[in-house]
């Protein structure tokens, strides 16, 4: 058995690294092959001749002409496993594809069965069911070491085999996950709508080698259950795929919609249920007339939940051709999954989709503690076959001459390395195999001492006969309490065989070493001398000494020890150490050199300080360089920046990515020309350019979007819990959006009412601050405080203006609009120019965000409904270009009439002009 395995085992290094790649981190291994060659779409493929054993077959399927599918590499069907090991650059994420056509290439027609693992991690267990058809396995992972393994073992029926090996680099953000040291992504589904042909797409349109497969290429179970009035869009225009994922633009160029309202699908996920990382993708690409527009919702039968959030294309991918990608980071999914798109009711279109990714969250296995130091233990011995098996020495099966306890976690119990022809000394990585119980190292060449085998408290065998080891007999070895079989004979060993050892109950074979010989009673005699001629006072010195140097090897003890640590740390510090790639990282110096050392001091808010920069390609942003104590660690820091980058809409400000270095959090947000809405309301900014109504107007529509999408847009939903004039901010063209969403840790400074309540003093839902329950009309009850800063140009606290027994806004509004005088809490500044019915409908609208109860508040869609009818309401009455004119105050109309007459259908021509802007950025 052992023979017929080491015929197998004549193999040669087996690391591979990217240098003959195409592609800068590409590696296409043609299993089975002989011959470099360059494929039809550019790959460049090697074959994996030197670096394997095994044999090779050759297979021919009709209609198959792909060099890499005319040869597989197969192995024995045995409990070992085969594995391919390749460099690659540590905390990195890779693409690793597997696949596998059987072809009969063994001409006995068992379809294979067999476990497909990464490193010592399961990833799939392969079955053939068909000759013909080619298995696809794909993952993607974070390297956590500098390589990687991909294993085949556990043959259950046919042999093992494989037909192609490829590894795809990603760089960037692609596919980071909060759980990556924790779950590799194993792809179920990755599927371009309304592809048009059956063909997939991949490289050279997919710059990572991603394979989305056409939703026209129909399996059984796969992208069934299609809705009438599906139909296929496709495009020409280019499509801005540079966020996220950046699906290639081929894929994001077509495109299925729902004429009838519904796209709907079922898949078999294989693998499932499970958790997956679930995402769609989408871009406008139809040109849609302005006052059209795409709204709808995720259907997942029997799950409610999905259908809260709601999808607007256009508004959250910022602009028309440009890629927005909501999904689920981890959701739990069923094998049979059936889901829809379905429109909203007040969406003139049906839904989009342009294509899809579905993979499922794999444990990662960190395999036995023993692999690091087993693989130093090997690398002294490069040219050895035994050295090369690869992978983990435990799992998913062990080393050939390894045996491993049977935990989660196996421990290394057994080494066989006899008569392997192995020099030099015995390597003290043996020694920190803290759970061996068997050892045998005989007949080679060692060379050395015996090391130090004290911490292997389970050793009942030691085999190190045979050998050339010198130096004398440690003494520890009696003292190994398991210890039953002894074996050193035939070596150079040199000294007195300690008495201890050979009183114990054991096999102890010392024959063949000349020099070594029994104990004698010779230091009896001397210790009798030295008490006798230098009498007591020397006896004192040398138990000093015999102290110190008792301390001395103690010390040494213990450094020794720290080192066998040194490892195990390494790999903790290394696996608490989180990577935010998702996102762009920026080196502090940078942002020191942005902001010439911090010098424009922009701004403050709840957690932190912002200041102004400019990047080395001119680009400006906000940095907010957060108080150090409001982050409990870095990986609490960098979860919450990996979800806001997840945070698209064109009212929320974009978040451009962070920076983590000598102990500074810092944001980088992008910089937002014309300041805070307070500032234009109260501050230095109102003496040069007074908003009028009508910006008022938009500036509220804007920062509702804003809200609404935190709201409804998002899954979980987000509640800001510090909205406030400061925090919606003016661009270069006054649009709003809204900053300091995301961040829900409790701030420190004075503004906040309390740790656990979050909020600023004058926003504070009370209702809220009275019960803690923290509900989306939290933030419609600050948003109404805005709203009735837009109308008065007041402070929402202030008892100045609003005298001692009021205080603070609401009381004081609310006074004025209960008796229906909202003339007196206008803002002077807007001198008169407004529409009064406009200004009434904020007005009713902001009395009912701020009633006392959260059930008694609209929602902020509802609420950004009043607010665009006032924005009509305004427009109407200053004609419809939606320039300024003279004031249209009417006074002694009840402003509900005419408000009523003003909306009628007749008047809805004048829409929003922004919307038919492009998006910014
Ligand atoms: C596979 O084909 C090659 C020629 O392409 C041939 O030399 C080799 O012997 C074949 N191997 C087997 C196992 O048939
Ligand atoms: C080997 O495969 C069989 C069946 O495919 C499975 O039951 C068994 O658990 C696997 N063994 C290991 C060690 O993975
Ligand atoms: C990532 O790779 C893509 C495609 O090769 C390239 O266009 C892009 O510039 C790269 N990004 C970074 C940050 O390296
Ligand atoms: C889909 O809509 C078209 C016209 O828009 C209609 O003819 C067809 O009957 C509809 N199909 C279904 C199933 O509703
Ligand atoms: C996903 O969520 C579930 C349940 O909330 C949790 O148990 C699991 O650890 C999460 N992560 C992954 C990768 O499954
Ligand atoms: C949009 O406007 C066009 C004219 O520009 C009109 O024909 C169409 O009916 C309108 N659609 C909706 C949904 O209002
Ligand atoms: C043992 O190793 C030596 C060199 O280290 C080599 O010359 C010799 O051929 C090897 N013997 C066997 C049996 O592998």
Redesign the pocket.
């Known amino acids: 058995m052992a023979a017929l395995l080491y015929l197998f085992l004549y193999y040669f290094l087996c690391f591979l690294s990217s240098s003959k790649a195409q592609m800068p981190g590409f590696i296409s291994l043609d299993c089975g092959g002989t011959d470099e060659y360059t494929d039809e779409i550019g790959l460049e493929w090697i074959p994996d001749n030197h670096i394997m054993y095994g044999l090779t077959g050759n297979i021919s399927i009709p209609g198959e002409t792909r060099k890499q599918y005319m040869k597989v590499r197969y192995f024995p069907a045995d409990t070992n496993k085969y594995c391919y090991t390749f460099n690659v650059k540590t905390r990195t994420r890779y693409l690793v594809r597997a696949t596998f056509l059987y072809g009969n290439f063994d001409k006995s027609n068992v379809f294979p ?1 067999f ?1 497909l693992s990464l490193g010592a991690s ?1 990833w799939s ?1 392969i079955v053939i069911s068909d000759a013909a058809n080619i298995e696809v396995q794909e993952i993607v992972l974070l390297t956590s070491s500098p390589t990687i393994s991909v294993c085949l ?2 043959a ?1 029926t046919g042999q093992p085999f494989i037909s192609t090996l490829e590894l795809r680099q990603f760089n960037g953000s692609l596919y980071y996950t909060i759980y990556e040291t924790q779950f590799f992504l194993k792809l179920s589904a990755r599927i371009n709508f309304g592809a048009g042909s059956t063909d997939s797409v991949r490289y050279p349109d997919d710059p990572f080698d991603r394979i989305w497969e056409s939703d026209a290429k129909r399996r059984a179970n796969y992208l069934v259950d299609v809705a009438p009035g599906t139909k296929i869009l496709s495009t020409r225009m280019p499509i801005d795929v540079s966020t996220d994922e950046m699906p290639p633009e081929k894929v994001m160029q077509t495109a299925v919609v729902g004429e009838n309202g519904s796209l709907t699908y079922r898949l078999d996920l294989d693998g499932f249920p499970g958790n997956a990382w679930a995402f769609s993708y989408f871009a406008e690409i139809e040109e849609l007339s302005p006052n059209e527009t795409r709204k709808f919702k995720l259907v997942v039968p029997g799950m409610p939940a999905y259908s809260k959030a709601i999808v607007n294309v256009q508004e959250n991918a910022q602009g028309k051709y440009r890629l927005y990608e909501p999904g689920y980071i981890n959701v739990s999914l069923p094998f049979v999954f059936s889901f829809g798109f379905k429109k909203t009711n007040d969406s003139s279109r049906g839904p989009i989709l342009n294509a899809m990714e579905i993979y499922k969250y794999q444990p990662i296995n960190y395999g036995s503690p023993d692999a690091i130091v087993m693989a130093s233990f090997v690398s002294h011995y490069p040219l050895a076959n035994w050295a090369q098996e690869g992978g983990d020495p435990c799992l ?2 062990s080393w050939s001459w390894v045996q491993c306890s049977s935990d989660s976690q196996p421990r290394i119990t057994s080494i066989f390395l006899s008569e392997k022809n192995i020099t030099g000394n015995i390597p003290t990585e043996l020694t920190k195999l803290v759970e061996l119980v068997e050892i045998r190292l005989d007949g080679n060449s060692l060379t050395g001492q015996i090391p130090d085998f004290s911490g292997c408290l389970n050793l009942i065998k030691i085999h190190l006969e045979n050998n050339e080891l010198t130096g004398s007999l440690p003494s520890y070895l009696a003292n190994l309490p398991s210890l039953k079989e002894l074996y050193v004979q035939n070596n150079h060993l040199t000294g007195e065989l300690p008495k201890e050892l050979l009183n114990k109950n054991i096999i102890f074979d010392y024959s063949g070493n000349e020099d070594l010989h029994k104990e004698t009673n010779s230091l009896n005699h001397i210790i009798i001398i030295v008490f006798s001629v230098l009498g007591f006072g020397l006896l004192l010195l040398t138990v000093m000494i015999c102290c110190l140097f008792v301390r001395n090897t103690k010390k040494d003890q213990a450094e020794a020890n720290i080192t066998n640590l040194q490892p195990a740390q390494k790999l903790g510090s290394f696996f608490s150490e989180v990577s935010a790639e998702s996102v762009h990282r920026y080196q502090l110096s940078e942002i020191e050199d942005a902001t010439g050392k911090f010098a424009k001091r922009i701004g403050a808010g709840g957690f932190g300080i912002v200041y102004y920069g400019r990047l080395s390609d001119g680009k400006e942003i906000a940095v907010k360089v957060l108080t150090n104590d409001s982050y409990q660690g870095i990986r609490e820091f960098l979860n919450e920046v990996t979800l806001l980058s997840r945070i698209h809409h064109r009212n929320l400000v974009s978040f451009l990515g962070y920076s983590q270095q000598d102990g500074k959090n810092i944001i980088v947000y992008e910089f937002m020309h014309n300041g805070t809405l307070k500032e234009h309301l109260r501050g230095p900014l109102t003496r040069e350019r007074t908003l009028n109504w009508i910006n008022r107007l938009e500036i509220a529509e804007d920062a509702a979007k804003g809200i609404e999408y935190l709201h409804t847009g998002c899954s979980p939903t987000i509640i800001h819990r510090d909205l406030k004039s400061s925090n919606i901010l003016l661009d270069k063209n006054m649009r709003a959006k809204v900053s300091d969403f995301g961040l829900s840790k409790p701030a420190v400074d004075g503004s906040h009412v309390s740790s656990i309540v979050r909020g600023t003093v004058g926003y504070l839902d009370p209702e809220y601050y009275i019960s803690q329950q923290l509900t989306e009309k939290s933030d419609v009850y600050s948003f109404g405080i805005i709203l009735l800063e837009l109308i008065s140009g007041q402070e929402p606290i202030s008892s100045e203006s609003f005298g001692l027994n009021c205080r603070n806004i609401v009381s004081w509004a609310k006074s004025y609009i209960e008796s229906g005088n909202i003339e007196d809490i206008i803002d002077p500044s807007l001198q008169g120019d407004y529409n009064m019915q406009s200004v009434w409908k904020i007005a009713e609208v902001s009395f009912m965000c701020v009633k006392p109860h959260g059930s008694q508040r609209p929602s902020m869609t509802e609420v950004l409904k009043e607010i665009q009818a006032a924005i009509e309401i305004e427009r109407a009455s200053s004609g419809l270009g939606g320039g300024r004119t003279a004031s249209k105050n009417s006074a002694d109309h009840s402003a509900n009439t005419i408000a009523m007459e003003l909306a009628t259908p007749e008047q809805n021509v004048s829409f929003p002009e922004f919307f038919l802007q492009p998006g910014l950025r």
Request: a neutral charge; aromatic letters at 12%; hydrophobic letters at 10%.
């Open positions: 069965k476990d399961y267990t073992s556990n259950s998913p099966a």
